[in-house]
């Protein structure tokens, strides 16, 4: 008698068995086909300061001499579009470029009256001013093909970027700071007149992380053709980006 019952307990929670064991193996399974939702960073911010200065054509004219101590500093918003699973993307986005360089015993003369009236040129300074700078102000807009070593994580591993940047002119202006009986005095002159109105500009991107070097080389010049001296400018300096 208790070897029946035994027999009919073991029928009855056999099937029961096999469908536990079933479901347990089902729901492994699905756990583990189930891919994991990664949201790398896309770079959407991007930091940049650095050195700058001109590449300066010879003309006697307007024999251009800068120091050595401009810089440059833009900032971006940028978004990035993957190209499909590989390690490269194709981004753009829009920020501000200022650049600044600073003359060397010379001052920038806009002025619409005189001999070059129609152009931008340089002339001795004569005020001795302690400094004097000008500064170009662009809305720009960055493209670049970028590659990424780890796609899971764009904090980390080695990146790089190819691209151009096309800016739209804001404004410029020189500043000169001089002493009058003891007291500093800055005079500011606007200008918009010979200035370039586009910006078009070379650069590429290399570093590590958040972290790159980075450098640019203007394909446009400072001025409008025939409207100033044949100077180019070109930056490098430290690039910061994530988010």
């Known amino acids: 008698m208790i070897k029946r019952i035994a027999v009919l307990v073991c029928l009855f929670l056999l099937p029961t068995s096999f469908l536990l064991a079933q479901k347990d193996s089902m729901s492994k399974s699905y756990t583990t086909k189930m891919p994991t939702v990664v949201k790398p960073s896309r770079d959407f911010f991007m930091l940049q300061i650095g050195y700058n200065n001109w590449v300066k054509k010879a003309d006697s004219l307007n024999n251009v001499n800068t120091k050595s101590i401009g810089y440059v500093f833009n900032a971006f918003f940028c978004y990035d579009f993957p190209i499909k699973k590989s390690n490269m993307s194709f981004a753009t986005g829009v920020g501000i470029n200022t650049s600044v360089v600073y003359l060397n015993n010379q001052v920038l003369s806009v002025s619409d009256t005189g001999v070059r009236g129609n152009m931008a040129h340089f002339i001795n300074d004569t005020v001795n001013y302690k400094r004097y700078k000008f500064n170009t102000v662009y809305l720009q807009a960055p493209f670049e093909l970028r590659y990424y070593s780890n796609i899971q994580n764009r904090n980390k591993g080695f990146k790089a970027a190819?691209?151009?940047?096309?800016?739209?002119?804001?404004?410029?202006?020189?500043?000169?700071?001089?002493?009058?009986?003891?007291?500093?005095?800055?005079?500011?002159?606007?200008?918009?007149?010979?200035?370039?109105?586009?910006?078009?500009?070379?650069?590429?991107?290399?570093?590590?992380?958040?972290?790159?070097?980075?450098?640019?080389?203007?394909?446009?010049?400072?001025?409008?053709?025939?409207?100033?001296?044949?100077?180019?400018p070109f930056s490098f300096g430290l690039s910061i980006s994530g988010l």
């Open 162 to 232: 190819l691209g151009v940047q096309v800016g739209a002119f804001l404004g410029a202006h020189t500043k000169g700071l001089r002493s009058v009986s003891g007291v500093n005095i800055k005079d500011k002159e606007n200008t918009k007149r010979y200035v370039s109105p586009w910006n078009f500009a070379a650069t590429a991107r290399v570093g590590f992380g958040n972290f790159a070097v980075f450098g640019s080389y203007n394909i446009t010049n400072v001025f409008k053709d025939a409207n100033g001296p044949v100077v180019t």
